[in-house]
């Protein structure tokens, strides 16, 4: 009760803040902390600080409508920000020296000290270079792409892209740490970066909303361009300083906080854009409305606790004892109707509890007598204590001719007075054949289709050696013909037996333990198995394969690489190109299969990893391969992502974790 009570409280505190702060911010513009801790008037020493510095140098983009730009016919500099500078000049009762420039020139500008003041985003990197102001002004940025792309949807989507970027704008630290594979293209200002875009030479821009918008409707791109709905980020944008002019950051603040108060950014905007809606509630109402709100909260939470109080003993009574028994009852029921083996031992492995299938399995009748697991089945603490060493660890255990998934629960047990395990026994007999038999199957079908190809390989090498043995039949007596129809022979021979060892390789069925498999090797294997039917539909393999070994299921790997390959080259009718990439990272191996076939749907990408689904015709494919490679890759903790365009080609994109060394 005592904590429901602080709960309450601790809801009313935090709701009535809530309600001062929005009451602050109608009025101030700034949040509760920050109109408690600043002083916020213009003192005399201000004053005179700014009178012995001399005017405040503002830099910053020239090109950037409607932000702030540079009216060649007028000759002025103008914007958004420009009216806003201009009023903060009046603020502060000081001269502002506006300077248009080269983006990046600014920033350097402002880094050597030459100029005072610029705005922009904050970030870790550029708080290591400047100093920042309170907020000014809210905007968000934005991606700018083609109406014909409808596959980038966020950042991570421009993986693998070409993206043009203002040099020096916050985008650019924003890409680089969100996401991977984006091939940036750095431009002068933002009107080179939309017409980069305009004339197909880049994928995508990005960068601030409001300068995007202007230069895609100047320069009439609306109807073949869009900008992606969900933006990039949502960010303030602040005046940074030079790093040492703390004492000019604390004046700025100041200025920027008496323009908050008077609503100069809505006003501003209103003139730039039209579309500021003043605030209509005077303070007085915002009080009142407060006021009303505190004491209706007060009252509401006075009500609730006694309304908890009296429900909390009544429960408490009445139902506690009751609930908690038919729990209990019920819990067993379902415990005892599970197939699984259910057990609750202690530390020392003393049976506690257990349910119907556990004591049918090992004829357990007195249950008033103690039991202990490790006593029923030997040697069973030991595994125990070796594998298991997280919650939900499961491990298998051989027990009665079967095969059973063990799996370790920690839990709290009132009748032992602390923590005991819950072991779930689960027999996967069956399932682990079938699995086993589905691998075997699946393969020997992939490997059935590079039969032909196999055999003429094996073919070519028989018929040299039928045809140097009849040369020497013929001509016993020349020693060098000899010599070379030898060489020649051993040479098929070694041909024929390495094709037939690289087909047995596959077919033979491995076992599940771990073992390091060199996976460029394997890969060279299976391209190997594969060149005949290559070569047949004109296909290209490149390679480009580091050298990698890793701990993981051979038998596993080979199911998966296998069908890949085998769909990729289905996948080009005639006449087309297959790129492998394998690279070590960190802690993973990452593998790309990229083919230039004929793609598929967003609708056949949904369903590819389901089992049965196949888009090839009745007798040419199971629907199994792809789903087996879902499988195999869950059992060895590998992910797979798959992109894909009709009529470009598919990418299939594997990490595989980088396990212990095994000895081979």
């Known amino acids: 009760m005592k904590k429901k009570f602080l709960s309450v409280t601790f809801v009313l505190i935090v709701t009535w803040l809530f309600f001062?702060?929005?009451?602050?911010?109608?009025?101030?513009?700034?949040?509760?902390?920050?109109?408690?801790?600043?002083?916020?008037?213009?003192?005399?020493?201000?004053?005179?600080?700014?009178?012995?510095?001399?005017p405040i140098v503002y830099a910053s983009d020239n090109n950037s409508p409607p932000l702030r730009y540079y009216d060649k016919e007028a000759g002025q500099y103008r914007g958004v920000v420009i009216d806003y500078v201009k009023a903060l000049a009046i603020e502060l009762e000081t001269e502002i020296e506006m300077r248009?420039?080269?983006?990046?020139?600014?920033?350097?500008?402002?880094?050597?000290?030459?100029t005072d003041i610029c705005d922009m985003y904050s970030s870790d990197a550029r708080a290591e270079i400047y100093l920042f102001s309170d907020p000014v002004y809210y905007q968000r940025g934005v991606i700018l792409i083609s109406n014909d792309n409808d596959s980038v949807l966020n950042a991570a989507d421009l993986n693998g892209l070409t993206?043009?970027?203002?040099?020096?704008?916050?985008?650019?630290?924003?890409?680089?740490?969100?996401?991977?594979?984006?091939?940036?293209?750095?431009?002068?200002?933002?009107?080179?970066?939309?017409?980069?875009?305009?004339?197909?030479?880049?994928?995508?821009?990005?960068?601030?909303?409001?300068?995007?918008?202007?230069?895609?409707?100047?320069?009439?791109?609306?109807?073949?361009?869009?900008?992606?709905?969900?933006?990039?980020?949502e960010?303030?944008?602040?005046?940074?300083?030079?790093?040492?002019?703390?004492?000019?950051?604390?004046?700025?603040?100041?200025?920027?906080?008496?323009?908050?108060?008077?609503?100069?950014?809505?006003?501003?905007?209103?003139?730039?854009?039209?579309?500021?809606?003043?605030?209509?509630?005077?303070?007085?109402?915002?009080r009142l409305t407060l006021a009303i709100l505190s004491a209706g909260l007060v009252t509401i939470v006075i009500v609730m606790l006694v309304v908890l109080w009296n429900f909390e003993l009544k429960r408490?009574?009445?139902?506690?004892?009751?609930?908690?028994?038919?729990?209990?009852?019920?819990?067993?029921?379902?415990?005892?109707?599970?197939?699984?083996?259910?057990?609750?031992?202690?530390?020392?492995?003393?049976?506690?509890?257990?349910?119907?299938?556990?004591?049918?399995?090992?004829?357990?009748?007195?249950?008033?007598?103690?039991?202990?697991?490790?006593?029923?089945?030997?040697?069973?603490?030991?595994?125990?204590?070796?594998?298991?060493?997280?919650?939900?660890?499961?491990?298998?255990?051989?027990?009665?001719?079967?095969?059973?998934q063990v799996t370790p629960y920690t839990i709290e047990y009132a009748e032992f007075q602390g923590n005991a395990t819950l072991l779930?026994?689960?027999?996967?007999?069956?399932?682990?054949?079938?699995?086993?038999?589905?691998?075997?199957?699946?393969?020997?079908?992939?490997?059935?289709?590079?039969?032909?190809?196999?055999?003429?390989?094996?073919?070519?090498?028989?018929?040299l050696i039928r045809n140097y043995a009849f040369l020497l039949r013929r001509n016993k007596d020349d020693k060098d013909l000899l010599r070379k129809s030898l060489s020649v022979i051993e040479e098929s021979v070694d041909k024929a037996s390495a094709i037939i060892d690289n087909l047995l390789n596959f077919s033979r069925l491995s076992n599940d333990e771990l073992s390091q498999v060199k996976i460029d090797k394997l890969i060279r294997d299976i391209i190997n198995l594969n060149d005949k039917l290559?070569?047949?539909?004109?296909?290209?393999c490149r390679l480009k394969l580091e050298p990698t070994?890793?701990?993981?299921?051979?038998?596993?790997?080979?199911?998966?690489?296998?069908?890949?390959?085998?769909?990729?080259?289905?996948?080009?009718?005639?006449?087309?190109?297959i790129t492998i990439w394998l690279k070590r990272m960190d802690e993973t191996v990452q593998i790309h299969i990229i083919d230039n076939g004929e793609g598929m749907s967003e609708e056949t990408k949904e369903k590819l990893f389901e089992p049965f689904y196949t888009t090839k015709n009745v007798g040419e494919g199971t629907g199994l391969g792809l789903y087996i490679v879902y499988s195999e890759l869950a059992k060895i903790n590998g992910t797979i992502n798959v992109i894909t365009k009709p009529g470009v080609g598919t990418t299939f994109k594997i990490n595989l974790k980088i396990g212990e060394q095994v000895d081979e």
Do not use: C
């Not at 009751?322 to 029921?333: F, G, M, P, S």
């Open 235 to 286: 960010l303030p944008s602040v005046l940074s300083l030079y790093k040492s002019d703390k004492r000019l950051q604390s004046i700025i603040n100041k200025g920027i906080y008496a323009l908050t108060q008077k609503g100069t950014v809505n006003k501003i905007q209103q003139k730039w854009f039209g579309i500021s809606t003043p605030i209509s509630s005077s303070n007085q109402t915002d």
């Open 163 to 233: 993206v043009a970027v203002q040099k020096g704008d916050y985008v650019v630290d924003f890409l680089n740490r969100e996401t991977e594979f984006v091939n940036l293209i750095y431009t002068v200002d933002y009107e080179e970066s939309v017409r980069l875009v305009k004339e197909g030479k880049v994928d995508a821009m990005a960068g601030d909303e409001p300068v995007i918008s202007y230069f895609t409707n100047i320069l009439e791109m609306n109807e073949d361009f869009r900008i992606v709905d969900e933006p990039l980020y």
């Open 316 to 404: 408490f009574v009445d139902e506690r004892t009751r609930e908690l028994a038919i729990n209990k009852d019920n819990l067993q029921t379902i415990i005892d109707g599970l197939s699984h083996m259910i057990v609750v031992v202690a530390p020392d492995f003393k049976i506690w509890s257990g349910n119907k299938r556990f004591y049918s399995m090992f004829e357990i009748h007195d249950l008033n007598t103690d039991h202990y697991l490790d006593r029923i089945l030997p040697g069973f603490s030991d595994e125990f204590k070796d594998k298991f060493s997280s919650n939900s660890t499961s491990f298998e255990h051989m027990m009665q001719g079967q095969t059973y």
């Open 534 to 540: 290559m070569n047949r539909q004109q296909i290209v």
């Open 20 to 54: 001062a702060n929005q009451f602050i911010r109608s009025n101030y513009h700034m949040n509760i902390f920050q109109y408690f801790n600043n002083d916020h008037q213009l003192t005399e020493s201000d004053r005179q600080f700014l009178k012995d510095h001399g």
């Open 549 to 577: 070994a890793i701990s993981t299921q051979e038998e596993s790997l080979k199911a998966i690489l296998l069908n890949i390959i085998n769909n990729a080259i289905d996948a080009i009718p005639k006449k087309g190109q």
């Open 424 to 463: 779930m026994f689960e027999d996967v007999t069956d399932k682990k054949i079938h699995e086993s038999r589905l691998l075997q199957d699946n393969k020997m079908a992939a490997i059935g289709q590079l039969a032909t190809g196999v055999a003429h390989e094996i073919r070519n090498p028989l018929g």
């Open 100 to 114: 248009p420039m080269i983006w990046d020139d600014a920033l350097e500008a402002l880094k050597r000290g030459e």
